[in-house]
């Protein structure tokens, strides 16, 4: 008896992050918050100094397993009840192909999602054009966004691992706290 009890009180935070994660999902459904993620596994740091945007021979790609990666985040969003969210995407490859590979919908590229790794100074004005965007847009489906590390650091403080996503209320603000993290599935 006592083994169980200690089992139980091993699992209870298990439980917790269960119930919180519940919360956070049913709060992307019903529009109170979004999912913002980091693009799938895409080898490599930054771009090739012959990058340029449109061509995707020119930037770091999704790998086999980053194009899985996105498959598997569109059935966990259908398996969450989210079958039509609206999909918005930095311009750059690797998002657009995570964004299109989750097959949930069309995809819509948005500028501030863009990487600023290249361009570090301008990271605080692209994030506070993320904030006024997002914060413009009517309510109504679920929305997913998908970004770039850098991005996603200088907005919430939070590293995210390739394929992760933050459900985030809205309106959105700086230094976003996440309802919860959603780790690659």
Do not use: K, Y
């Amino acid at each position: 008896m006592t083994r169980l009890w200690l089992l139980a009180l091993a699992l209870l935070p298990l439980f917790s992050v269960a119930a919180d994660n519940a919360d956070a999902w049913q709060a992307l459904r019903e529009g109170r918050a979004l999912i913002l993620m980091r693009h799938a596994t895409a080898p490599g740091t930054g771009d090739p100094a012959n990058f340029r945007l449109g061509q995707c021979a020119t930037q770091r790609n999704l790998n086999a397993q980053g194009r899985a990666e996105a498959r598997r985040w569109g059935e966990l969003l259908a398996r969450q009840g989210i079958e039509q969210p609206r999909l918005l995407s930095s311009r750059w490859c690797r998002a657009l192909d995570t964004a299109s590979n989750m097959q949930r919908g069309p995809v819509q590229p948005l500028a501030a999602l863009d990487s600023f790794f290249g361009q570090p100074t301008d990271g605080a004005e692209q994030t506070a054009e993320l904030i006024r965007s997002i914060n413009q847009l009517p309510a109504g489906a679920p929305l997913v966004l998908v970004s770039h590390q850098v991005n996603i650091t200088a907005l919430t403080g939070i590293f995210p691992a390739s394929g992760e996503g933050l459900i985030l209320a809205l309106p959105l603000r700086p230094r976003a706290e996440p309802l919860a993290r959603i780790p690659a599935p």
